[in-house]
């Protein structure tokens, strides 16, 4: 088996299961059709040159495997791979300076996972309402679905709560440690989100850094407990540079029989997530109409 774990869908989380499973120090996905963003996928860390070393291999071979030592003596490896609809492209691996040769096996496990992402890359151009990076909803559905939810309220005579995550900082994540290790942070928090909801919670993607979540027939109190207890995890701590990733979150409520829909909740929880931010973020606060209720749940 390729994968282990739970599959979220996610090009960038399959790449990274494959990465560790196979011990290699990167992946990545070449468009030979795209001169805007001929790497669309891609984990791991990359030497000088070995994107355009794969990509040559690539194009001097095509339909091939093939490969070839970098001059930092990095293995680089180049399977070929059918991009959809048509576009050739192909996969890279590649291990670290002076790592073992590849050998017939991994030449096996290359078109194993060019196979295996043509699948998953086919897959999320048709799923419109799945976020293509960490595999969550995006907001175009959850707004949808959050409002279906919603409609059902008021005959069950329940209420319910909307939280919205915003992760703190990420410009600095992206900009000290790049865009590729501020993805991974993306998708685990998606993959945190998610272990921690109930069945029938709605979680998603609701914009670059920010992830909601819809729960039926919960109170402020409530949501506001789990809040606390998500502020105090310590995700992300294994940063180069020291620093924690913490997490800012609005918490909403609506009341059975109000009337209100999710834009309107999406806007309050919006509200007091600039609240926290504005104090140094890192905690919780709840929206409501004559007070507000505030967590400090600081990761620090």
Known sequence: MLLTGDYDGSIVAILESLRETAELEGLAVIDLTASDLPVPYSVGAAGQGTIAIGRGLLLAQPGVTNHATAPD????????????????????????????????????????????????????????????????????????EADRHIERLDVDGLGGTLCLIDIDDMRRVNLTQGRQYGDRVLVRMAAQLRAMVRPGDVV?????????????????????????????????????????????VGIASRDRSSGEDVRTLLRRAHSAVRDIKSLGGGGWRVWQTRSVERGSGATG
């Open 204 to 248: 998603a993607r609701v914009g670059g850094d920010q992830f909601a979540i819809w729960q039926t027939g919960m109170d402020h109190l409530t949501a506001a407990e789990r809040a606390e207890a998500l502020c105090l995890l310590r995700l992300f701590d294994d940063l180069p540079d020291g620093q924690a990733v913490t997490f800012s």
């Open 73 to 144: 003596r990095r293995s680089i490896m180049a399977c070929p791979l059918l991009l959809p609809p048509s576009r050739p492209g192909g996969v890279l691996l590649w291990r670290a300076p002076r790592a073992r040769p590849w050998t017939d096996a991994d030449h096996s496990l290359a078109a194993s996972v060019a196979m295996l992402l043509n699948l998953a890359v086919s897959a999320s151009i048709g799923q419109i309402g799945i976020d293509r990076l960490t595999g969550v909803p995006n907001r175009r559905w959850f707004l949808d």
